[in-house]
T-cell receptor
Framework: GAVVSQHPSRVICKSGTSVKIECRSL??????MFWYRQFPKQSLMLMAT?????????EQGVEKDKFLINHASLTLSTLTVTSAHPEDSSFYIC??????????FGSGTRLTVV | QKEVEQNSGPLSVPEGAIASLNCTYS??????FFWYRQYSGKSPELIMF????GDKEDGRFTAQLNKASQYVSLLIRDSQPSDSATYLC?????????FGKGTRLHILP
């Protein structure tokens, strides 16, 4: 089946630094990638939708200058958390549509900002 | 604004019993609905999707959809301790998947 590989699985960074999270579709072309954030005991909240070769579409309340999304190829989308702060600590998950009602999720990245 | 509502639980069910999870949604125009299972610290796993009124069965799982009542449910028969997880109800809005807050299910051995 369709697989999305997400790296890193876990990262700890210092406050003020930037962190990049990568999601690669391994055996299919992901025209669209969705980025979610999940705080403890909360649901997945959609942050943005990235489309290959164009600017990402951000959900209301998500700072586009803080969460930079790049989708330069049909198999790679990246999320960069810039100038990270402790409140950005969360579980970040990407998802790609594989066709029809099929969606596959990455394994998630646990970000801890200290 | 499309919303998906779930009782956060926890819902405790004895092993071997039927677990019943419920979900309501606000947009009457929604067509596709999903149930995902999420273990702590992991990403969601699709259990099943449903888009027709009625029941859809897959092994021990049965999804039920009632569009008139804007209600989706998931039944888990012969509950096992490994079914203990958070169950997320979701719907498709355009190309996006919108999730409910999830119901924590605890199967009592």
């Amino acid at each position: 089946g369709a697989v999305v590989s997400q790296h890193p699985s876990r990262v700890i960074c210092k406050s003020g630094t930037s962190v990049k999270i990568e999601c690669r579709s391994l055996d299919f072309q992901a025209t669209t990638m969705f980025w979610y954030r999940q705080f403890p005991k909360q649901s997945l909240m959609l942050m943005a939708t990235s489309n290959e070769g164009s600017k990402a579409t951000y959900e209301q309340g998500v700072e586009k200058d803080k969460f930079l999304i790049n989708h330069a190829s049909l198999t790679l989308s990246t999320l960069t958390v810039t100038s990270a702060h402790p409140e950005d600590s969360s579980f970040y998950i990407c998802s790609a549509q594989t066709g029809g009602d099929g969606y596959t999720f990455g394994s998630g990245t646990r970000l801890t900002v200290v | 604004q499309k919303e998906v509502e779930q009782n956060s639980g926890p819902l405790s069910v004895p092993e071997g019993a039927i677990a019943s999870l419920n979900c309501t949604y606000s947009d009457r125009g929604s067509q596709s609905f999903f149930w995902y299972r999420q273990y702590s610290g992991k990403s969601p796993e699709l259990i099943m999707f449903i888009y027709s009124n009625g029941d859809k069965e897959d092994g021990r799982f049965t999804a039920q959809l009632n569009k008139a009542s804007q209600y989706v449910s998931l039944l888990i028969r012969d509950s096992q301790p490994s079914d203990s997880a958070t169950y997320l109800c979701a719907l498709r809005a355009g190309d996006k998947i919108i999730f409910g807050k999830g119901t924590r299910l605890h199967i009592l051995p």
